[in-house]
């Protein structure tokens, strides 16, 4: 489940639920994507996506990891404990680091909170609602960033922590298909979801996904991901 494709959904819950998706799709476990309005409120979390499975509801990216392992559905059964270590390190640093400047540019740069974020995080209500909605959410992203250490960072030195962030990943992954050589694993999914998410989303500025361009693996990445587990299938 998730928010409104075509005139709701922002790029932070876009990029987490294609991670996802193509978690699941790597798993090799069917998927069907559902899009409701208040799929915010209706996730256990209150973080999107969740997956509905039988009685059970389960929501983000780490514990559907861990309600699949337990079903017997695992990508990283294979790697030893000091790969499955480094795993979760790069896994932290694409949520410290991509997640929250995706949620930073969506809500602590006016001209994008303005032009699409609030615009859209409010599509589905009327007003006043949306914009009593639209504004709650934007404090309490600004108020995380302030937490965090971000609340006084430039716009510029966002896009300089995603550039050290792809870096990272770049060198990582190196001229392997995948992080872990031929298997994909969640970190894999993860960067995917990301990744894809922002070189295919408008924003108002194209810088954010240029700095990803700079990375000729990471886009090769990306391609052969989409064409392995998600051409010729429904989303």
Same mark, same amino acid.
């Given at each position: 489940y998730q928010p409104l494709k075509e005139d709701q959904i922002l790029l932070s819950d876009c990029a987490s639920s294609l991670a996802v998706?193509?978690?699941l799709r790597m798993c090799g476990l069917p998927v &069907? %994507? *559902?899009y409701r309005a208040n799929a915010e409120y209706? $996730?256990? $979390?209150g973080k999107i996506p969740f997956i509905h499975v039988g009685n059970q509801v389960v929501s983000e990216l780490g514990p559907? %990891? &861990?309600f699949t /392992? *337990? /079903?017997?559905h695992s990508l990283s059964d294979g790697l030893d404990d000091i790969q499955r270590a480094e795993m979760k390190a790069y896994m932290e640093l694409v949520n410290n680091m991509l997640l929250t400047a995706e949620l930073y540019?969506?809500?602590? @740069?006016?001209? =994008?909170a303005a032009e699409i974020s609030r615009p859209r995080y409010s599509s589905p209500y009327s007003w006043p609602l949306s914009n009593i909605l639209a504004y709650q959410k934007q404090w309490e992203v600004r108020r995380k960033m302030n937490a965090i250490g971000w609340g006084g960072k430039t716009l510029e030195q966002v896009y300089e922590d995603v550039s050290q962030c792809c870096q990272a990943l770049s060198q990582r992954l190196g001229t392997q298909p995948f992080f872990?050589? /031929?298997?994909? =694993?969640?970190? @894999? *999914?993860l960067v995917f979801g990301h990744l894809f998410t922002i070189l295919t989303t +408008?924003?108002? $500025? =194209?810088?954010? *996904?240029? +700095?990803i361009k700079s990375y000729s693996n990471l886009l090769s990445f990306c391609r052969r991901i989409e064409q392995t587990y998600f051409e010729d299938k429904t989303s």
């Open positions: 998706q193509a978690y &069907q %994507v *559902a209706m $996730s256990p $979390s559907i %990891v &861990q /392992k *337990a /079903k017997g540019i969506q809500w602590c @740069d006016d001209a =994008t872990f050589n /031929k298997q994909p =694993t969640e970190l @894999d *999914a +408008r924003l108002t $500025s =194209t810088e954010l *996904a240029e +700095r």
